[in-house]
């Protein structure tokens, strides 16, 4: 069975560029869930989809938005690029919703220079 | 927003040592997982705990969740190079979200 994907695996933007990351879930999975982890830190959640809506989001600014797809892929935008963005960002997926066990991708790593 | 302290952040021991780190909140869990990462790649899940005063054992690594699961820990027995990470553990948030610890980055040297 095919992990959760993510792509593209390295992105590097300028400041002020928008940025967009994707993941696809285990197949079966409904709801994707975002995280940012800057280095040296732990995840901080960003958002969570579920049957296509936004479920819940972290404390983060607007200009950080997605989208889940009718085949439950996601995509995160990320707007006016600053150079704190820089992070790796997971996607993980999980079968049905809220807090079950979450599956990881392996990240993308965004470079804003 | 519940909080989850872990200890210790960094953790250089020997091969063969015994180890324990630990995930401390003052709010109360509907459940608990540990992950570890490894350089370049996501989380991966080792176990969920979800009674208090539960004890969940994995080869030679043991998880315990508090009996009122406000906190847990992981012992490994033993230690071996390839238990070198960064272990994570994160709490439910009533139904809705996973809060994580900033994580202990462990290094067992051969």
């Known amino acids: 069975e095919a992990g959760v994907t993510q792509s593209p695996t390295h992105l590097i933007k300028t400041r002020g560029q928008q940025a967009t990351l994707r993941c696809s879930p285990i197949?079966?999975?409904?709801?994707v869930y975002w995280y940012q982890q800057a280095l040296g830190l732990g995840l901080q959640f960003l958002l969570w989809y579920d049957e296509g809506e936004e479920r819940n989001r972290g404390n983060f600014p607007p200009r950080f938005s997605g989208r889940q797809f009718p085949n439950y892929s996601s995509e995160l935008n990320v707007n006016a690029l600053e150079l704190e963005d820089s992070a790796l960002y997971l996607c993980?997926?999980?079968f049905g919703s809220g807090g079950r066990e979450q599956y990881f991708g392996p990240g993308t790593r965004l470079t804003v220079t | 927003t519940q909080l989850l302290e872990q200890s210790p952040q960094f953790l250089s021991i020997q091969e063969g040592e015994n180890l324990t780190v630990y995930c401390n909140s003052s709010?109360?869990?509907?459940?608990l997982q540990w992950y570890r990462q490894e350089p370049g790649e996501g989380p991966v899940l080792l176990v969920t705990v979800v009674t208090g005063g539960e004890v969940k054992k994995l080869k030679r690594l043991t998880f315990q969740f508090g009996d009122a699961r406000k906190d847990s820990s992981l012992h490994i027995t033993a230690a071996q190079p390839g238990d070198t990470g960064l272990y994570l553990c994160?709490?439910?948030?009533?139904?809705?979200?996973?809060?994580f610890g900033q994580g202990t980055r462990l290094t067992i040297n051969p």
């Open positions: 993980a997926s999980s």
């Open positions: 709010s109360v869990f509907s459940s």
């Open positions: 994160a709490g439910v948030e009533g139904a809705q979200k996973l809060v």
């Open positions: 197949s079966g999975h409904t709801s």
